[in-house]
């Protein structure tokens, strides 16, 4: 598919309308007469860059999307903000030394508008520090504070699995040979009291075919040298599926995976590149909002993402009919971002 003009956001028909000009205060080029009266966009006054059957997306400072949110209105906040990176993304990266200065008040509002059972998942990449093979430790002084001073509760910490990430800084891992490749990123999975909102019934994994056979030939009741007793009804699995593990990895398939890319081939991708519209540098996979939106909430449940970026997270709660809000800065990626939509949902707007 070949486009010239970011698609449109009502239709990809001979006039498209720039998602620049759509806004709530022109009902015909919104399809404002639809919004439903618990449609997120409203919550607030800000215009949005564009919106959809369930959510809106909107071009600005976080903090003033955040600022005009209700308190107790979010269920879900899930978010990857800029990190403190050594080498630093296109939209800028705060450092290592400010990090915590300036994310908190971006923490504070969350945990306001959060209701009493929501969470706030926070998608943060480790860090070398400048000029020695070591690590800083931003991400961790990070936690603590998000903990001991705004008053989230850590639920648990996940990771990110992401094998295709590069080996990086070079002089250590490539060139020197005195570190081994990253792999992982922190997903600090915090709440607002102790008790969120969680059932890990919706983020069931198929069985392993060692599983499957467990179950059809029973198990010896035993003890493991842990000291674990693992029971004849261990295997189980009258539950409908596995309980994941706190890892989350993108199903990347092999052949792709041994190209060194994991998302050269996918569709948004495609049709950016198509379209001659930018690619938005620090995605992450589906993968990971899906599992916490399954895991954390409940269709027609709100999730925000405050630094949408590529608006993966918009994309995958419209999927999952919950509604949605997100925000970003550089209004290129929120343009680019309509492409999740009209692929995952045509004739969406
Ligand atoms: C790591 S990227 C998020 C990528 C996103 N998860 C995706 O899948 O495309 C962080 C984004 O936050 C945006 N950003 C940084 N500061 C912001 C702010 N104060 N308000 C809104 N967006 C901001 C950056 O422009 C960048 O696109």
């Known amino acids: 598919m070949h486009m010239s003009k970011i698609p449109s956001a009502r239709n990809r028909g001979d006039h498209p309308i720039e998602a620049s000009k759509v806004s709530l205060s022109d009902p015909a080029q919104t399809g404002a007469a639809h919004i439903a009266p618990d449609h997120p966009s409203r919550l607030v006054s800000i215009d949005p860059h564009y919106l959809t059957k369930l959510g809106s997306t909107y071009l600005c400072d976080s903090l003033r999307l955040l600022r005009e949110l209700p308190d107790n209105s979010v269920n879900l906040v899930v978010t990857s903000p800029p990190y403190a990176l050594h080498f630093k993304k296109e939209y800028g990266n705060v450092s290592k030394d400010g990090y915590v200065q300036w994310f908190l008040p971006f923490a504070k509002e969350i945990r306001r508008i959060l209701t009493e059972d929501g969470s706030f998942v926070l ?55 005195i570190r081994v490749r990253d792999s992982v990123e922190y997903v600090w999975w915090l709440s607002k009291s102790p008790w969120p909102k969680s059932s890990n019934l919706g983020v069931l994994k198929e069985y392993s075919d060692d599983m499957l056979r467990l179950a059809k030939n029973g198990v010896r009741e035993t003890t493991r040298p842990s000291g674990h007793v693992i029971r004849g009804s261990f295997e189980n699995i009258s539950a409908g599926g596995s309980i994941p593990p706190n890892v989350i990895e993108d199903r990347i398939p092999e052949s792709i995976l041994k190209m060194g890319n994991n998302s050269a081939n996918d569709d948004f991708t495609k049709m950016c590149k198509d379209s001659g519209t930018k690619i938005h540098p620090a995605r992450f996979p589906a993968a990971l909002p899906k599992f916490f939106i399954k895991l954390l909430t409940s269709p027609n449940d709100l999730v925000l993402d405050p630094f949408a970026g590529s608006n993966t997270t918009g994309a995958v709660a419209e999927e999952l009919d919950r509604r949605w809000m997100s925000s970003e800065q550089v209004k290129e990626y929120l343009d680019s971002s309509l492409f999740r939509f009209n692929f995952h949902q045509p004739g969406l707007f």
């Open 123 to 177: 998608n943060i990449g480790g860090s070398y520090n400048k000029g020695t093979p070591t690590r800083s430790i931003y991400h961790f002084k990070l936690l603590i504070e998000l903990v001991e001073t705004v008053g989230f509760h850590l639920a648990q910490e996940c990771f990110w699995y992401n094998p295709a990430k590069m080996p990086v800084p070079a002089e250590w891992v490539t060139v020197r040979r």
